[in-house]
């Protein structure tokens, strides 16, 4: 039908970091990194029912660094990350062909946008993300390995949010077989993903949403804790 919607990826990736051997028994690391990435989309003349134009970008840069220490059955690690990120998002529509637009299930605050009265979102951010961890891997007798550890993480992604996550895992090494039975239980906490955060929390958008009378269009976008 003569459409020819062009997407452009593109991502970076650099990284530098230095290691220390201090004595036998104890390194330390510290690294620092930088990342980014693009991803645009260009909409044609003939595209139906929507015409698109997406352009966003993501960067991130950040440190960490990490200490471990050998002791008699102890093997113990403690580190810190910080990291920093920049959100730039571009984003429009309107609708081309109404009647296909009903029939794709657009809602009506939707079908509203045409050729002369575009949605248009445009959002920047600079969320922070910020962790430290200690653990702890110990040899208890033959073939029993114990590792306890905690986490601690604060985030800034729009939302501020925090948690402590404590870990505790063990390991045994069935004696004369190639058995070695695990277990573990531990918290993960995991901040919203950056592609799209903008605008996918924009109020703006979620006026767009056909449900917008029901449940408000959606929610704010939280950190995923698991257990």
Do not use: C
Request: net charge negative; aromatic share 8%; no cysteine.
């Amino acid at each position: 039908e003569g459409q020819d919607q062009r997407q452009k990826n593109v991502q970076t990736w650099q990284t530098a970091s230095w290691q220390r051997t201090h004595s036998g028994d104890t390194v330390s690391q510290v690294a620092a990194y930088h990342r980014s990435g693009s991803s645009a989309l260009v909409g044609s003349d003939h595209d139906m029912p929507l015409h698109l134009d997406a352009d966003r970008s993501l960067r991130r840069i950040g440190v960490l660094g990490s200490v471990t220490h050998h002791r008699g059955k102890h093997v113990m690690k403690a580190g810190v990350e910080a990291a920093r990120l920049s959100l730039n998002e571009e984003f429009s529509f309107f609708v081309t062909d109404e009647e296909e637009g009903e029939e794709a299930g657009l809602s009506e605050s939707a079908l509203e946008h045409d050729e002369d009265n575009p949605f248009v979102f445009s959002g920047r951010d600079n969320p922070t993300l910020f962790s430290f961890y200690a653990q702890d891997s110990i040899q208890l007798g033959r073939g029993l390995t114990v590792d306890v550890g905690v986490r601690a993480d604060r985030s800034r992604m729009l939302e501020a949010a925090s948690q402590w996550s404590p870990r505790l895992g063990a390991a045994y090494r069935v004696p004369d077989s190639g058995t070695t039975l695990r277990a573990s239980v531990d918290r993960f906490f995991q901040p919203p993903q950056a592609e799209n955060l903008l605008l996918g929390s924009s109020e703006e958008a979620r006026e767009l949403s056909p449900f917008v009378d029901e449940t408000g269009g959606g929610e704010d976008l939280e950190p995923t804790l698991r257990k």
